[in-house]
């Protein structure tokens, strides 16, 4: 089996949606990302950093889903990274509320021995040297190596930023962020310029209005799927990296045409994600459910126009 | 082959954008469906009106389009519908800045005796009560009535674009619009409940973000194509849909299926309007481009996920 290395928070969220309010709830990049990809065919494991108030039960969700918790580091009297939020009306935005690093705050990545041959390296959102850190310490390079950020780095840590964006083959950012990034508002655009950054392929993720896989000259587009209720989307672009990561070291191809099934399995597992708050529906979904819905994304987005009508 | 009949206005519009600013240009919603149409092997009329200011070579281009004008009637020492708007920075917002109606106040629609039977009948955005005013003068009943609409008459003329609603098969609105009509905020709630006032299908278009065809539990989606530059979006709502009542009108199908490849080419049709400022685009625009770009949302589009991965 394939090897994917997650590196990325893992956390507690406090989230306000219009739909209902939560208490201290499982969270963080590395959680969603971890989650989602053990859907997949792959052996992966968590690098990251948990106080000794991380529970118990939740240890035992992730290594019920066979990942590696060698890298998860615990600091000794230390307290989990905490991040609450509330959310507009629309989903569409939020306020931060409350951010508190605490043992974030002297992170200092370690990756286990038997992951430095990692096929897969799933870089999701941490700050940049973080992310570099981990890079340094592979043995093997990696087949593929995927880059999630946000525009509070583009804020606060551009030159480190653009240093990892050098190292990776695959970036993961939202509309917004490509734009802030690029400085070009035409995703297009925006694109071609994150290219000559580093990245050969570049993922804009756009929320409920999906996702965009861009290669040079080659567009390919993912859907979300239209959903009855948005619950919560805190997580969703984690869930979305996880399945594209999950499904791409699953099936070593690292093509053009295989990301495009990649970004499909992505918005897939995110699907399912906003579902519920946190990471409720990721804990109890189950594969034959993946499956279905695979098959809501071909019905929602193959067509066939004949040949003949063409002429 | 097959009749269209596309009900709307023949304007003139005066746009500015961040990209530019016209004087008067050809504009309204049948001319841009026109237009649009006349890529597909259809007989297509427009039934509207305009006064004596409207230029000679405008309706020439229409003629040279085989458009049918019986049905364009010309005001004496009238003059022709005007618009001006200005779009924000990001083009999917504008302002009205001027609306004279002019010769459309008192616009009485004739049907030609020879599109009383039309196959498609397709209705342009205008006062409900001229909408339905045309489909009382059908003597056939048409194999598809294709309704488009917006948020003015939702304000001014709600009963009268209800009643308008229980008479067509298909209905295009934004999905501002779906929000507004329905009062649902999710776009999947806000066409079950479209569906309960009449049309069978429900297209929402999202602008950029693509445009979705419901029929009760069924969802297609095709996205906008990613462009380099979007100059101005005044009238790809109404290409749009003059894209899919042309293709279903050559095709003579009105499956699911079908309507599915019916907004595919109405995205095609819609993402060559936005390159340019008003018609000018769709005036220049060749069949062969529009057959090569299909190619372009294939790619887009299509994925092919191999069974044996999902076992």
Same mark, same amino acid.
């Given at each position: 089996?394939?090897?994917?290395l997650i590196v990325g928070t893992v956390a507690y969220?406090? %989230?306000?949606?219009?739909?209902?309010?939560?208490?201290?709830?499982l969270?963080g990049a590395a959680t969603?990302?971890g989650?989602?990809?053990?859907?997949?065919? /792959?052996?992966s494991a968590i690098v990251s950093v948990i106080g000794e108030d991380f529970e118990q039960?939740h240890i035992?969700?992730l290594k019920?889903?066979?990942i590696d918790l060698t890298g998860l580091e615990t600091v000794k009297g230390g307290k989990t990274f905490f991040? @609450?939020?509330?959310?507009?009306?629309?989903?569409?935005?939020?306020?931060?509320?409350?951010?508190?690093l605490n043992v974030l705050a002297d992170f200092n990545p370690i990756v286990p021995e038997h992951f430095k041959? #990692?096929? /897969?390296?799933?870089l999701g959102?941490l700050h940049?040297i973080v992310q @570099?850190g981990v890079?340094d310490q592979?043995? =093997?390079?990696?087949?593929? +190596? =995927?880059?999630?950020?946000?525009?509070?780095?583009?804020?606060? $840590?551009?030159?480190?930023?653009?240093? +990892?964006?050098?190292? /990776?083959? +695959?970036?993961?950012?939202? *509309?917004?962020?490509?734009?802030?990034?690029?400085?070009?508002?035409?995703? /297009?655009?925006? $694109?071609?310029?994150?290219?000559?950054?580093?990245?050969?392929? =570049? +993922?804009?993720?756009?929320?409920?209005?999906?996702?965009?896989?861009?290669?040079?000259?080659?567009?390919?587009?993912?859907? #979300?799927?239209?959903?009855?209720?948005?619950? *919560?989307?805190?997580?969703?672009?984690?869930?979305?990296?996880?399945?594209? $990561?999950?499904?791409?070291?699953?099936?070593?191809?690292?093509?053009?045409?295989?990301?495009?099934?990649?970004? %499909?399995?992505?918005?897939?597992?995110?699907?399912?994600? =906003?579902?519920?708050?946190?990471?409720?529906?990721? #804990?109890?979904?189950?594969?034959?459910?993946?499956?279905?819905?695979?098959?809501?994304?071909?019905?929602?987005?193959?067509?066939?126009? $004949?040949?003949?009508?063409?002429?």
């Open positions: 089996m394939n090897k994917l969220d406090a %989230i306000e949606s219009p739909f209902g309010k939560t208490d201290k709830i969270g969603y990302i989650l989602s990809a053990s859907f997949f065919k /792959v052996q039960e035992d969700l019920s889903r066979n991040w @609450s939020g509330r959310y507009h009306n629309d989903l569409n935005s939020r306020d931060t509320l409350v951010t508190e041959d #990692a096929d /897969v390296v799933m959102n940049p @570099s890079l592979m043995t =093997v390079k990696p087949k593929l +190596v =995927v880059l999630d950020t946000m525009n509070f780095w583009m804020d606060c $840590a551009l030159p480190e930023l653009l240093d +990892v964006m050098k190292r /990776v083959d +695959v970036i993961t950012i939202n *509309d917004e962020e490509a734009r802030q990034l690029s400085g070009e508002y035409s995703l /297009v655009k925006a $694109a071609a310029k994150i290219h000559t950054m580093g990245p050969q392929y =570049v +993922v804009i993720k756009k929320g409920e209005h999906g996702a965009l896989l861009f290669n040079n000259k080659q567009v390919f587009f993912a859907p #979300a799927l239209p959903l009855e209720d948005v619950f *919560d989307p805190t997580g969703a672009g984690d869930t979305f990296a996880g399945g594209f $990561a999950g499904y791409i070291a699953q099936s070593e191809n690292v093509s053009f045409e295989n990301m495009k099934n990649g970004i %499909i399995y992505g918005s897939n597992m995110a699907s399912f994600c =906003v579902e519920k708050f946190g990471t409720e529906r990721m #804990a109890s979904l189950r594969k034959e459910e993946v499956l279905e819905r695979l098959q809501q994304f071909r019905a929602l987005t193959q067509f066939d126009i $004949a040949l003949e009508e063409e002429e």
